[in-house]
């Protein structure tokens, strides 16, 4: 089955620097790659996700990137603020109806002001 | 709030007791899935429903089982507890049966004493 690698599993950062969280995954049949933000007391929320048809998304300050070639995809969070602190999960899947994600083991973010 | 109803939020119990987590997932989303989080595995994939049927097991114990009701509402049941099934243990639900567009559930914290 699939496996997810996440680095690092924990990250510092000051307030407005950037920050970059890896994924690498296993299975070469996966072609959905969301990424959650838990925040203290909450469930994973889905921030950002992309298809293997493309090599990066963008949403205001988060953006994605894939490398298929090399089965890998990274988070990039830029002007980060106190407010993006949580666990980050990254995941992968193969985009049927008959799987499941499978999420990576998180990297604490930490933004301080 | 996600739409997807997670009860209790927390429980504590006794090694050897049995409990049931209740899930209700987001208005017309016909999948389930439970997933275990604990601090040293992350997210762990236990079992997927769709539409009251089984659709994808993963790492499920064989004291564990769930089902999903008419009302699209499922439960999992914990039996012959033991202190490492303290964890959280999260709800997500989705529209199809696929990996796309999971939203989770605030969880349950079991905690086993």
């Known amino acids: 089955g699939e496996n997810v690698e996440q680095h690092p599993s924990t990250l510092s950062v000051q307030e407005g620097d950037s920050a970059v969280i890896k994924c690498t995954y296993s299975d070469s049949a996966s072609n959905y790659f969301p990424w959650y933000k838990q925040e203290l007391g909450k469930g994973p929320q889905l921030i950002i996700d992309?298809?293997?048809?493309?090599g990066e998304k963008k949403d205001q300050r988060i953006a994605v990137t894939l490398n298929k070639t090399a089965k890998h995809f990274s988070l990039h969070i830029t002007e980060t603020q106190p407010e993006d602190s949580a666990v980050y999960f990254c995941?992968?899947?193969?985009?049927?109806?008959?799987?499941?994600?499978?999420f990576g083991k998180g990297t604490m973010l930490l933004v301080s002001p | 709030d996600s739409g997807v109803t997670q009860t209790p939020k927390h429980l504590i119990t006794a090694t050897g007791q049995r409990v049931t987590l209740r899930c209700s997932p987001r208005?017309?989303?016909?999948?389930v899935y439970w997933y275990q989080q604990s601090l040293d595995q992350g997210l762990q994939f236990l079992i997927q429903?769709?539409?009251?049927?089984?659709?994808a097991k993963g790492n499920i114990l064989e004291r564990f089982s769930a089902q999903q009701f008419p009302d699209l509402h499922s439960e999992l049941n914990l039996s012959s507890l033991e202190l490492g099934d303290s964890a959280l243990y999260f709800c997500?639900?989705?529209?199809?049966?696929?990996?796309?567009?999971?939203?989770f559930g605030s969880g349950t914290r079991l905690t086993v004493v």
């Open positions: 992309i298809r293997s048809n493309v």
């Open positions: 995941a992968a899947s193969i985009d049927s109806g008959y799987s499941t994600l499978t």
């Open positions: 997500a639900s989705s529209r199809a049966a696929g990996a796309y567009g999971y939203t």
């Open positions: 208005s017309g989303d016909l999948s």
């Open positions: 429903y769709y539409n009251g049927e089984e659709r």
